[in-house]
């Protein structure tokens, strides 16, 4: 059995933000869609290779991974979260690749807690080095942390991240994320058709209770290499039935408007479960979210095909105001309904690959 991750060296946390001197919120979208979540990339580097996300004969060994000078430094995403709150942006998610290789992170996190206007500051990992930073990210300000864990069975985990890495470690890392105080833990379960749905059930079984949140993902077409068929989808209604013959559920609203996850709770108040059906059930009309990749492209669509240059403005001579109105400039101009308007020809086109975005 692999090693579990060890930790990262300690971290400076002296940090002071200026002030951005943003104020107005930017106007909707083409379809009166407001920014209220911002999906932050800090890395397009992860140390798995799930077939859905990065497989492995795409992102090999000889893959050519951004340079350091490329990617946005921790001051660089900080100006650019606090912009971005300047203009509405509610909640910040720190993604990857896989975010916890990117060096110092409870640094980062530390200076988005500061900024004014943010609500809701969490991050998605795999887990894998979680177990030895969660108390760091937790007294750093993250409020939140979602793990994603595709299997309990440590066969079909090590086949499904396709590195042989365990499943101990990362249910490790959850533990570390409870007893540092980040209850509930919100899982999250991508689920293809012959490859992990046998995994439902033991999911929903063992995530159950007040310090978990677990969520099914139905298999999506994002980007252009995890081979996405229509056949491997299990589709949302198909998750629910199979748990509700075991564990009766019950419906819940939602959150907010705009929550991506059709809600559910068990009959005898086992805790929350949830189904996020971009293919059989989208919502793009609800759709909130802007993201920007590690080397600062604005993406305004997970399914999107090209993103817009924020470093370039970033390392210019603009202030902040300036690359504000820029900001909204692209924002009020977003059309984007991928999941609406999908077709087989449509799920064959060039799209940003998630590990780029972080979903």
């Excluded at 999250?188 to 929903?204: D, F, K, L, T, Y």
């Excluded at 403005?313 to 009020?332: E, G, H, P, Q």
Aim: glycine residues 8%; charged residues 25%; contains cysteine.
């Amino acid at each position: 059995m692999k090693r579990c991750l060890p930790a990262w060296p300690g971290v400076s946390t002296d940090v002071d933000i200026p002030a951005a001197g943003i104020s107005s919120a930017a106007p909707p979208d083409t379809l009166g869609r407001r920014m209220r979540d911002l999906r932050l990339s800090v890395t397009d580097r992860c140390n798995f290779r799930c077939a859905y996300c990065m497989p492995k004969e795409v992102f090999g060994r000889d893959h050519a991974f951004l340079p350091k000078t490329d990617i946005l430094t921790f001051e660089e995403l900080a100006r650019l979260a606090r912009i971005f709150a300047g203009l509405g942006m509610e909640k910040i998610r720190v993604t990857g690749g896989e975010p916890l290789l990117r060096r110092d992170l409870p640094a980062l996190v530390e200076m988005l807690a500061s900024i004014d206007g943010i609500k809701d500051l969490t991050l998605t990992t795999n887990g894998s080095a979680l177990a030895a930073q969660a108390l760091a990210l937790r007294q750093a300000g993250l409020k939140r942390v979602t793990v994603s864990l595709d299997a309990l069975d440590d066969a079909t985990f090590r086949a499904m991240n396709d590195v042989d890495f365990p499943v101990a470690c990362v249910m490790e890392g959850i533990d570390a994320a409870l007893a540092a105080g980040f209850a509930p833990v919100k899982i999250n379960m991508v689920v293809r058709r012959g490859v992990n749905e046998h995994e439902i059930v033991p999911m929903a079984r063992r995530f159950r209770g007040p310090d978990y949140i677990l969520r099914f993902i139905e298999f999506m077409d994002v980007g252009g290499t995890n081979a996405w068929r229509m056949d491997d989808v299990v589709p949302a209604d198909e998750i629910i039935r199979a748990i509700s013959r075991e564990l009766p559920l019950e419906a819940l609203p939602p959150n907010y408007a705009g929550e991506v996850a059709a809600r559910f709770r068990h009959a005898d108040g086992g805790g929350e479960i949830g189904v996020i059906s971009s293919v059989t059930g989208p919502f793009c009309r609800d759709c909130t979210r802007a993201r920007v990749s590690a080397e600062g492209k604005l993406f305004t669509c997970l399914f999107a095909t090209h993103g817009h240059d924020l470093r370039a403005l970033l390392r210019s001579t603009l202030d902040d105001a300036a690359i504000a109105s820029a900001i909204s400039a692209i924002w009020s101009a977003r059309d984007d309904r991928y999941s609406e308007q999908r077709t087989p020809a449509t799920a064959r086109q060039g799209k940003v690959e998630m590990s780029k975005v972080g979903g």
